[in-house]
């Protein structure tokens, strides 16, 4: 069991370019989360998707960011252009829910994404 | 410079002593809740968790005790010792609306073990 995978570790990057961000959930989840962790925040839940279909997205701190996930296999963070403000660790976490919507189950997270905007 | 971020508490205990990590949530109507620990430079990991229904759970070496009364959470852990060493979160899920949640993380303690 290979666990929820993400691309890339690590990412460093100048203001103003895009930033992709990649997850591969647990093989048979069906839900999928993208967090980000920061030192003045926390942890936040950005969006999450069930069944590939985005649920809740009223954590996304604004247009700058977006979410996709094509299939149940494969999710994307974007972020255009990218600011200093970015700089975090992102998440992702996926599980297997027996509701559309529901959080009340075991999320699984990846090992992140650091990103550093200069 | 200097991130001014988060102050977590922290919590030093001896190896084999017990350790109990608290945590209030805000809302009650909260239905779910977690405690997940994160080591240094990891993601989460799932702990254990308790459903709104119930008022204790016992897994290895951890037990976790929500007191809906005054909305608190505690995760209480067994002979600790140094590799649970670590920052330790709960988070509660509120139902929102039909079919969608909300989950909510708290800050986070760091549990210190030292020999």
């Known amino acids: 069991d290979a666990g929820v995978i993400q691309s890339p570790r690590h990412e460093v990057t100048e203001m103003g370019q895009e930033v992709t961000l990649r997850c591969k959930p647990i093989s048979g989840h069906n839900s999928l989360f993208w967090y980000r962790q920061t030192m003045m925040r926390g942890l936040e839940l950005l969006i999450y998707f069930n069944n590939n279909v985005p649920i809740d997205d009223s954590g996304m701190p604004e247009d700058r960011f977006s979410a996709k996930m094509p299939n149940a296999s494969f999710s994307t963070l974007k972020i255009q252009p990218s600011e200093p403000r970015d700089s975090a660790v992102y998440f992702c976490?996926?599980?297997?829910?027996?509701?559309?919507?529901?959080?009340?189950?075991?999320?699984?997270f990846g090992p992140g994404t650091r990103l550093t905007v200069t | 410079g200097e991130n001014v971020g988060l102050h977590l508490p922290t919590l030093s205990v001896q190896e084999g002593d017990n350790s109990i990590i608290n945590c209030a949530y805000s809302?009650?109507?909260?239905?779910?809740f977690i405690w997940y620990k994160q080591e240094s430079g990891k993601g989460p990991q799932f702990i254990i968790d308790?459903?709104?229904?119930?008022d204790k759970r016992q897994g290895q070496r951890v037990t976790v005790l929500l007191n809906k009364t005054v909305k608190h959470l505690s995760l209480q852990i067994a002979a600790t010792q140094p590799g649970d060493s670590a920052v330790y979160f709960c988070a509660e899920n509120t139902p929102t609306r039909e079919d969608t949640d909300k989950l909510i993380f708290g800050t986070g303690t760091r549990l210190q073990v030292f020999p």
């Open positions: 809302n009650s109507a909260s239905d779910y």
């Open positions: 976490a996926s599980s297997l829910a027996p509701r559309t919507g529901s959080l009340a189950y075991e999320q699984y």
């Open positions: 308790i459903r709104s229904n119930m």
